[in-house]
Each structure stands twice: as structure tokens, then as C-alpha cells.
């Protein structure tokens, strides 16, 4: 396809993408009394750990928290915004794969057979990540942070009144960009895969990665609870651990049947041994024949001179100018 047939391609795509979000956020619009009560549920485990599915991870919530009440909302602006994040929750939810979907029609074309073959599997770890990530922090990390959140209030002697707007928005981001975060191994992958980065050099710089998964987690996470985010860092440092060794298995690869050395660090010795002087002292200048002195041995030794070379005329010898009053010089 030219150009701007690919345009026109990638804008279907995306037209096609965000018509399965619009009718997500329309079915949320329409059930608007199911989607909230689905998002309420971190909030109800917050309060009642044992109703939880790992209720044990949650931990004991406070006779303070347990009789908290219902959310509230003060402006009808309010509302409108809890509808709009149950709306974008589930057109997320629902344009996830489709979205993956359209990547691999889109980018299909211009792959082998055997690209192709590991792009499926690359779509589906993708989506599998995405929707883990989510749910650990549904599960897990949403609850623990409204406890948290709500033992600060009450050691400071402060009255919490949870708004729906603020409650809603929390829930929504912290699932999606936990999942999003949960996406960094495959990021990995691909740059290695590209050989922009090298296993080895990820590798030994895990103390900057583990720092920086550290910042990261304290980042998505509002209360950087010491618990979260062990568990939190933990996986993910496991995740960069893992695609650092898939990436290298998959580099190798890829390097032996292009012909290459297996590893990249090997491009880096240099050939010194064509560098290095001759024991015997002599160079390769030294050792070169230029084809007007072959051409001179050659004919001093037979009595012939080459044709194919050009003779070089030689050079007068210098003789001493004669002495003053000498008249040999005129014979």
C-alpha cells in the first residue's frame, strides 16, 4: 500500500477502536446502577475484610471504618463525574482487545510468518498482564489503601466523609494504571528484541532498576504503605528478571540465524591481533613489492623487462663539481 493507504488503514483502526469504547461507556450509561456497585466492592471489603476474597492479605479494618456509611456527592457535577469514570472504566475494559486486536491487523502486513507467530503470543501475555495488574489492584491495593488512608484520618482526630467523585476516580486510575505498570516486562522485551539495550546490560544494572520500580510503585500507589509496596516491587523486579532472560534466549536467537556471534557483548572485541606488529620486526609496508621494483628484479634476473610495466627512468649519479683549473671535464 502507499502511504497514504496506510492512513487511511490506521485511521479505521482507531475509528474501529473507539466505537467499542463508546459502546461500553453507552451499555455503562444505560446499567449505571450495576457499574457502581461493581466499583463499590473495594470499598465494601475495605470495610468487611472477611467478605473479601483474600481477606487475610487485607487485614482487620476499624470499628470506625466498619460503621462508615454510604458515599456521598454534594454537587450534581459530582454525579455527572461518577457516571463518566463507571463509563470509562468499562470502555477500557471493553476496547482492551480490540485495541491489541487492530495492532496485530495493522502491523501484520509488514511481518514474516515467523514474526507473526510470536506476535500472537506477545497480544495475549500483553492483555493477560494488563487485566492481572488490574485485579491486584481491585483485590488488593485499593481496599489496603482506604484502610490505611482511613487509620491516618482517625489517629489525627478527622471525621472522614468519602465523596463518590474522589472514591470513584481513585478506584478507576489505580486499575488502570496498575495495569499499565504491570506492561513493563514486555516493554523490555522489545527493546531487546530491537537491540536497543543489551541482557547484559540490564542485567547489571538491576540496582537502578530496582530504585527506580521502587519510585514507580510509590508513585501509582497513593499511600506507600510498606507492605504494598514490597509485594508490588517484589513482582515487578521478578517480572524484569524474567524478561531479561526471555529477551536473552530471544536475542540469541535471532543473532545465530543471522549469523552473527549469539552474544552482543562479543562486538565488542576488536580483531587486536591484525594490529600487532610481526615477531620478526618487519611490517607490511616492509614486505610490499611495488610492481617497478618486481619488474626490476624480474628483468635483472631474465634480461627482459615486463611490458605491462612501465620503466622508470633512473637517476643520474652526482659527481663532484671539478676542481678550479681542471680541464678534464671538456673531454
Known sequence: MSFMEHIDDLRVSMIRV????????????????KIPAFLN????????????????LIGKAEPSLATLGELKEFT??????????AAFAAGIALASP??????????????????????????????ILFFCGATLAFLWLTPMSVQIWHHFA??????????????????????????????????????????LVRPRT???????????????????????DPL????????????????????????????????????????DIGDDDDDEPDPDGSDDASSYDSPSSSSYSSSAAGGTVNSESKAVPAKPKSTPPPAEGDLSSLD
Do not use: H
Open 18 to 33: 473507539l466505537a467499542v469504547f463508546m459502546v461500553g461507556m453507552v451499555a455503562s450509561l444505560i446499567f449505571y446502577e
Open 41 to 56: 466492592l473495594p470499598l465494601e471489603w475495605a470495610k468487611n475484610p472477611e467478605t473479601s476474597p483474600i481477606g487475610f
Open 76 to 85: 450534581f457535577m459530582g454525579v455527572w463525574s461518577v457516571l463518566m469514570y
Open 98 to 127: 480490540v485495541f491489541l486486536y487492530e495492532v496485530v491487523r495493522f502491523v501484520g502486513p509488514a511481518l514474516n510468518n515467523k514474526e507473526k507467530r510470536g506476535l500472537i503470543p506477545f497480544c495475549v501475555a500483553a492483555l
Open 154 to 195: 482517625s489517629g489525627m482526630g478527622i471525621e472522614v466523609t468519602w465523596q463518590a467523585s474522589d472514591y470513584y476516580s481513585f478506584v478507576t486510575m489505580m486499575s488502570l494504571l496498575t495495569g499499565l505498570t504491570f506492561q513493563f516486562p514486555l516493554a523490555l522485551i522489545i527493546l531487546m528484541w530491537l537491540e
Open 202 to 224: 540490564l542485567l547489571k544494572s538491576w540496582r537502578g532498576m530496582l530504585f527506580g520500580i521502587l519510585v514507580l510503585v510509590g508513585l501509582i500507589t497513593p499511600i506507600g
Open 228 to 267: 504494598s509496596l514490597f509485594v508490588l516491587t517484589g513482582i515487578l523486579f521478578c517480572f524484569y528478571l524474567v524478561a531479561v532472560g526471555v529477551g536473552g534466549a530471544i536475542v540469541r536467537r535471532k543473532r545465530i540465524a543471522r549469523g552473527d556471534k549469539p552474544n552482543p557483548e562479543d562486538d
